[in-house]
């Protein structure tokens, strides 16, 4: 399971090792990574050991003024494309993701799109499903674990459950991977790559607990 490889470099939750392995399997070595929000690109963040470790370019998303501020700061001479606004849950706003993306200074395609985070501790669920032009190898989507896998969660200010992201990610081509705290999916034509195993939300989800526990251990 690549919740096995979980290791924090910027990341709170192990995102860090178990991305890394993922874009080892499939063999994904430069591209274009999102991330929002992305506080002050550093803090917590699921894509800074790639934008700032290696060669990948960014796309940074962070709607709180004082910590765009920090973004800027420490992106100075990096390749990177900072915005300050909110992502819009609907396709036709100017802030949508698919939007925001169309603007930015890189000419993305399915072909170099390796990652999208998309952590907004609120309406994640409708964020992913606006989604239509822009549909990245690897997709990291927080969600509210404490319910459990049979349950359907969604909202607009609470998160959303594995089993209803993992449905609407299906829906949209992509198979869940791993549950880290967030759903961890892969674009299923790259499917091929990943080894062989129970990729279920009954196998892969963890309870708060075994979270918890998990994030004790990579202090």
Known sequence: MYVNYAKNIYTYNGDDGIIAKLFEDLHITDGIVCEFGAWDGITFSGTAALWKDQDFKAVLIESDTGKYIQLLNNTVGRNTDCYNCGVSKDRGDYYSIDNILSRCKYDITSDNFALMIIDIDSYDYYVFESMDTYLP???VV?????????????????????????????KKGYKL????GNAIFVREDLIDKIPEGDYSVENLWLSPEKLLEKERRLK
Not at 152 to 160: L, P
């Open 137 to 139: 190898k690897v997709c």
């Open 142 to 170: 927080e969600v509210s674990s404490g319910y459990q896998p049979h349950q359907d969660h969604i909202s607009t200010d609470s998160g959303c459950s594995l089993k209803s992201i993992t449905e609407l990610a299906e």
């Open 177 to 180: 991977i791993c549950h880290s």
